[in-house]
């Protein structure tokens, strides 16, 4: 799998969008871009994922670069309870079986009242 | 749709005891894996099962731990003879088979603690 490159912590207003950017300049094509988050430490939760295209869904947006060389996870309106670890994932997906998650360190998002 | 179950949630035992986690997948889920996190590190990929076969256990130890996913009944994860070292969270995940939903949903975790 791809490394990705995050940053390590980020601060975000409440009721403001939390970008949170993610470099992953060698991901190939057979890669998705796979977003989870784990609240204190409780099991990650999954938020989204896309291959190309933006994607969106109740929880998050998902922005990817057309070179795929980046992406950004947008929580448009962000509560206290977004404050966690935010991890960017690319993950191959096999004809042959269900591939594992390769964890970075991730980004410490901390949502200020 | 009930989610992963792992139980227990808090496991305590001594240097030299036996630990099992159970993870049950999610209905409807053929795939299961097991991650482990060590205090302020992250997840690390441990071993990936399907029903009654091991599939890639690349990041499980070489000694003491084992896992195994019957054909009935949930997904074990032992380790035997613990050792302090093995004291962490370990997350159990599982996904369905189709290649479009293939996406993994993690439980609660078993925080183990040994003595």
């Known amino acids: 799998d791809a490394k990705t490159t995050q940053p390590p912590s980020m601060d975000c207003a409440e009721g403001r969008a939390a970008n949170l950017p993610c470099n992953h300049s060698?991901?190939?094509?057979?890669?998705?871009v796979y977003w989870y988050r784990q609240i204190h430490s409780q099991g990650p939760q999954y938020i989204i994922h896309?291959?190309?295209n933006n994607e969106t869904n109740e929880m998050a947006s998902l922005i990817i670069t057309e070179d795929r060389k980046s992406s950004t996870l947008i929580l448009p309106h962000a509560t206290l309870r977004d404050t966690a670890v935010y991890y960017c994932?690319?993950?191959?997906?096999?004809?042959?079986?269900?591939?594992?998650?390769?964890f970075g360190t991730g980004t410490r998002l901390t949502i200020i009242p | 749709n009930a989610g992963v179950m792992q139980n227990p949630r808090h496991l305590v035992r001594r240097r030299g005891q036996e630990a099992r986690l159970r993870c049950s997948p999610m209905?409807?889920?053929?795939?299961v894996y097991w991650y482990r996190q060590l205090p302020e590190e992250g997840l690390k990929f441990m071993v990936y099962?399907?029903?009654?076969?091991?599939?890639?256990e690349s990041g499980m130890p070489k000694e003491r731990f084992s896992a195994e996913f019957p054909k009935e009944g949930p997904s074990i994860l032992r380790i035997q003879q613990v050792v302090r070292g093995d004291s962490a969270a370990y997350f159990c995940?599982?996904?369905?088979?189709?290649?479009?939903?293939?996406?993994?949903?993690f439980g609660p975790g078993t925080r183990l603690t040994v003595l």
């Open positions: 995940a599982s996904s369905q088979w189709d290649r479009g939903r293939d996406t993994q949903y």
């Open positions: 060698t991901i190939s094509g057979n890669e998705y």
């Open positions: 896309g291959l190309k």
């Open positions: 994932i690319v993950r191959a997906r096999s004809n042959f079986g269900n591939e594992k998650l390769t």
């Open positions: 209905k409807g889920h053929s795939h």
């Open positions: 099962l399907q029903k009654e076969n091991i599939i890639d």
